[in-house]
């Protein structure tokens, strides 16, 4: 393979492992993923992609239904409802409200102008999605 050819492999690939690496440094594209994985009914993907408090208000109601039920059959992401019927209003697009370095709040709006504003943290260097409530 030529040098030109390198060089060009080599800019594609740089490209690539930024294009990866924009993904999880941008909210907006957490936001997306986080509500594609919820629409598809992939709630292991859905828990990835939540943060610390959000996982931790899930394990407690783990360890709460171990109390109640005598056994630990579910996993933490069992308690997610998410995929399961038709959304009350269909996604239109996301919308960056503001970020810090640790922070950071993003609008989903339907096309009929509703609008929630979800809050993420970063977490290990990653976007994190907090559920509400909590």
């Known amino acids: 393979m030529?040098?030109?050819r390198l060089r060009g492999l080599g800019g594609l690939i740089a490209l690539f492992c930024i294009s990866c690496q924009a993904v999880g440094s941008d909210p907006e594209a957490v936001v997306q993923k986080f509500i594609a994985a919820a629409n598809t009914g992939q709630n292991h993907e859905v828990y990835k992609l939540l943060g610390p408090r959000s996982q931790?208000?899930?394990a407690e109601l783990r360890q709460s239904a171990k109390r109640v039920?005598?056994?630990?059959?579910?996993?933490?992401e069992d308690?997610?409802?998410?995929?399961?019927?038709?959304?009350?209003?269909?996604?239109a697009g996301v919308r960056l409200l503001r970020q810090s370095q640790t922070?950071?709040?993003?609008?989903?709006?339907?096309?009929?102008?509703?609008?929630h504003a979800l809050t993420l943290v970063?977490?290990?260097g990653e976007w994190k999605?907090?559920?509400?409530g909590g």
């Open 2 to 4: 030529s040098n030109r």
């Open 56 to 58: 931790q208000r899930l």
């Open 69 to 76: 039920s005598g056994r630990l059959a579910l996993q933490p």
């Open 79 to 91: 308690f997610l409802a998410v995929g399961r019927s038709p959304p009350a209003w269909e996604v």
């Open 103 to 115: 922070e950071a709040s993003v609008q989903v709006f339907s096309t009929a102008g509703d609008r």
């Open 122 to 124: 970063k977490v290990g």
């Open 129 to 132: 999605v907090e559920l509400p």
